[in-house]
């Protein structure tokens, strides 16, 4: 994921060495800020977690089973608090600290897209009433969200909420952002989506396994992309149920969400 112009989303010099960039401050209903609060714990575990299989495979590979008379053949007993250790040969540690991030980022990819669809789910909670619906919320809810294409999402969304949704609105705010996975270029953030849909499906329901018996690969330098993708595609939500139902937007900095 990439941009056509040099700062699409406004982003701001990081406070730290300046070098790099971060999301501007952003008007968010409370949903919008749960949202960003979500993305920024599954980022910080993402991180967090590679820089652990760091530090450990560098201890188990320089200090640890060296010294082990049977080298990476040695039996490892790995414990928690409480009990219920596992028992594993050596070189399996090695294995998992060097692979291991790959299992992590294609649940973290999944995390981020749920994280989204429950975005919706909220603001779907707290508008249904505003429109006289008390009833069966989470099932008219599952209504919309269980169309199979997005944009059949978005319509419904519109049909139900009447929050003025325009398709050629939603592909403007894109316009200087790029879209793609895997080399496939998306103009329209709704396909991408779909694109998206499709990904998760696999990983939930196929095990990863893309095709080929070839498993999905994440790679962890996209998700500061997809951060941007839902960034702009939430602002675009949270502005059309706020100009409808009048909700309260305030100005926040998405890393302190």
């Known amino acids: 994921m990439s941009s056509k112009s040099d700062n ?33 714990e599954i980022q910080s575990l993402l991180y967090v977690t590679k820089l652990s299989f760091d530090v450990c495979k560098k201890n188990y590979g320089e200090n640890i089973i060296p010294k082990r008379p049977t080298k990476e053949k040695t039996s490892m007993r790995l ?46 909670e707290k508008s249904f009433p505003l429109i006289e619906v008390t009833e069966n919320i989470l099932d008219k809810s599952r209504d919309i969200l269980m169309l199979k294409k997005w944009d059949g999402k978005f319509c419904k969304m519109n049909e139900v909420f009447d929050i ?20 496939k270029r998306h103009k329209n953030p709704l396909h991408f989506l779909d694109e998206l849909a499709q990904i998760r499906h696999r990983i939930v329901h196929a095990s990863s396994i893309l ?28 502005s059309l149920f706020t100009k409808k139902f009048g909700y309260d937007r305030k100005k926040i900095n998405p890393a302190e969400a």
């Open 164 to 183: 003025g949704y325009k398709a050629n609105d939603l592909v403007c705010r894109f316009n200087n952002f790029e879209m793609d996975f895997e080399g």
């Open 79 to 124: 414990a928690i608090n409480g009990g219920n250790p596992i028992f594993l040969p050596a070189f399996k540690i090695i294995e998992i600290t060097s692979n291991g991030i790959d299992i992590l980022t294609r649940q973290a990819f999944i995390m981020f897209y749920g994280s989204f669809e429950t975005y919706l789910y909220q603001l779907f």
């Open 211 to 238: 095709e080929n018996d070839k498993l999905i690969f994440i790679d962890m330098k996209i998700f500061h992309g997809f951060f941007g993708f839902f960034f702009l595609l939430t602002d675009y939500i949270d």
């Open 8 to 40: 699409p989303l406004n982003m701001i010099s990081d406070p730290f060495s300046g070098d790099t960039f971060v999301l501007p401050v952003t008007e968010c209903t409370s949903e919008r800020k749960l949202f960003f609060k979500r993305m920024n």
